[in-house]
């Protein structure tokens, strides 16, 4: 089996010890436009191939799976670039961010079959004109809060059964996979080809069982973040997994960036979460090796 990765594809044994969950580069929509800001591609650069490089020969990560969504700040040839120079694999995604924070209203306004065959044009012909080929789906678990993500998560599902990639998805705070679960194979996608995204600020077992016993990988792909969960409570509930049987559903990573681009701000994560509150500043460190 193979996996289309940003310099081409390769054998999936061929990927070595891979993050499931990491980014080189972020920016929300409309950063772009902050006058105050200064965008310096080749300092990123430098510092990524640097970080990258660490992680290879440090402590043997061969590959990187980058599920950035396409509108915040998606760049293929970076992470192109970024994976030549520093010898580590890099996987880019198609699909959109949630409805809370993204989806351009040009995308809104596109029908199921529209998104689906970007989707599936991004995975077997390239993004734009790239040449790069996403190697996943991204899928954001905020779908259920608004009517517009449910076209998404359908279009999802339609190139994933049209190409056999596997589906990465983000929860909404260690919530929502379940029922996403359920919306998935409803659009009949197999539980075993996704991983149910930041599961591990949950600190309910009983939540992360569901997940497992639903047939998915499981992420606690945000190790490190404090505000959303204590590490020694993510570390007990991959013990208690670990000790259920469920060690090869799971996928450790942290959720990290390199870099990413705009001054502090301050998001609903979602319609009915009010007082929960993510902050994005220019650099989310310590990168990468949080997990070692
Ligand atoms: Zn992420």
């Given amino acids: 089996m193979r996996v ?12 070595g010890r891979t993050l499931m969950h990491e980014h080189l580069f972020i920016a929300f929509p409309g950063a772009w436009f902050d006058p105050f800001l200064k965008f310096d591609r080749a300092a990123l650069i430098e510092e990524a191939v640097g970080r990258l490089v660490e992680l290879r020969t440090e402590h043997g990560v061969c590959a990187f799976v980058d599920p950035c969504p396409i509108e915040l700040g998606r760049d293929v040839l970076l992470m192109k670039e ?4 520093s010898g580590v694999h890099i996987v880019c ?10 989806l351009p209203s040009y995308w809104r306004a596109r029908n199921l079959d529209e998104i689906a065959e970007l989707y599936v044009r991004e995975i077997t012909q390239g993004i734009g ?17 608004h009517p517009a993500g449910e076209e998404f998560l359908a279009a999802a599902c339609i ?10 998805t983000h929860t909404t705070q260690g919530c929502a996979g379940p029922e996403q679960q359920l919306l998935l194979a409803a659009g009949g996608v197999a539980a075993d080809r996704c991983l149910t995204g930041h599961c591990c600020a949950n600190p309910d077992h009983a939540y992360h069982r569901r997940v497992v016993d639903g047939g998915s990988h499981i992420g606690f792909d945000q190790i490190g973040y404090a ?17 259920g049987g469920f060690r090869a559903q799971i996928i450790m990573s942290m959720d990290h960036a390199c870099g990413s681009l705009g001054r502090p701000t301050t998001h609903q994560l979602t319609p009915e979460s009010e007082d929960r509150t993510v ?3 220019g ?7 949080h997990v070692h």
């Fill in 283 to 289: 650099s989310l460190a310590p990168a990468y090796l």
């Fill in 159 to 168: 190139g994933q059964k049209a190409t056999g990639v596997p589906i990465i």
């Fill in 4 to 15: 289309q990765t940003a310099t081409g594809p390769i054998l999936v044994r061929s990927l």
């Fill in 82 to 85: 970024v994976s030549e120079k």
């Fill in 129 to 145: 004109d790239t040449g790069v080929r996403a190697g996943a789906i991204n899928l954001d678990g905020r779908t259920h809060c």
């Fill in 279 to 281: 902050k994005v500043t």
């Fill in 227 to 243: 505000h959303f969960q204590q590490d020694d409570v993510r570390a007990e509930n991959v013990a208690k997994l670990m000790r």
């Fill in 93 to 102: 995604t198609t699909g959109f961010y949630h409805e809370g924070l993204g």
